[in-house]
């Protein structure tokens, strides 16, 4: 079956600029997750969903930062003014549940490059 | 807190040797998942391995094999007759238990394979 899938694969922008990013799980995966991985480091976790809400949001590195999954499907991560430092791969990640058992299956990432 | 330490940033070896690669977590609490996963150079997150803190035993799968010691707070990954394919970036992520959904990674380790 299709896996996790993320649109833009790449996504370059001028700082100051408004960005979304999409993340389609896999088809009944209730637990999504937004992870951002910096260059030469392992992903951290930026926010969890259980369904349509926001079960944690501890990982979000300031108010710029927002995510929707408002079907409890498909999410969004909006990131406003962005800044230079922004500059990172966006990985979203779906799981069966939320059982701490369960593996996440992570998609192929999004490239944000903040010029 | 919760913390994952590969201590290993670059391991290069030539094809069919063996090389393991380190693994060492802390966490508090009792109740944990240990997670394996490689990040080939397309950049997609591939799961290995899954093991809870109740289940010490090792396990082998085919040419992989995994080494976890509570004693030690350590979950070491061996390739045996090492390919190139392997190359790639190995993480060790910590999930804890009790609703805390995310994984905690480490800082990865490339693994480098000549022929």
């Known amino acids: 079956g299709a896996g996790v899938s993320q649109t833009p694969s790449n996504k370059v922008t001028e700082k100051g600029k408004y960005v979304e990013l999409r993340c389609d799980p896999i088809s009944g995966h209730t637990a999504l997750y937004w992870y951002r991985q910096s260059l030469g480091q392992g992903p951290e976790f930026l926010i969890y969903f259980q369904g349509t809400g926001a079960a944690d949001d501890s990982g979000l590195p300031n108010d710029r930062f927002f995510a929707v999954r408002p079907e409890g499907s498909v999410s969004t991560l909006k990131i406003q003014r962005t800044e230079r430092g922004d500059s990172a791969v966006y990985l979203c990640?779906?799981?069966?549940?939320?059982?701490?058992?369960?593996?996440?299956?992570f998609g192929p990432g999004t490239r944000l490059t903040v010029l | 807190a919760q913390k994952v330490t590969q201590a290993q940033t670059e391991i290069s070896v030539v094809e069919k040797e063996d090389v393991t690669l380190d693994c060492v977590y802390e966490t508090r609490d009792t109740t944990y998942y240990l997670f394996w996963y490689k990040q080939p150079p397309s950049g997609e997150l591939v799961f290995l391995i899954r093991?809870?803190?109740?289940?010490?035993q090792n396990e082998i799968s085919g040419r992989y094999s995994w080494n976890f010691q509570k004693s030690t707070s350590s979950f070491n990954f061996t390739i045996t007759a090492s390919q190139v394919v392997d190359s790639a970036v190995y993480f060790c992520?910590?999930?804890?238990?009790?609703?805390?959904?995310?994984?905690?990674f480490g800082a990865g380790t490339r693994l480098a394979v000549h022929p």
């Open positions: 093991r809870n803190s109740f289940d010490e």
């Open positions: 990640a779906s799981s069966t549940d939320q059982s701490s058992y369960n593996e996440q299956f």
């Open positions: 992520a910590l999930k804890v238990s009790g609703g805390y959904n995310k994984l905690i």
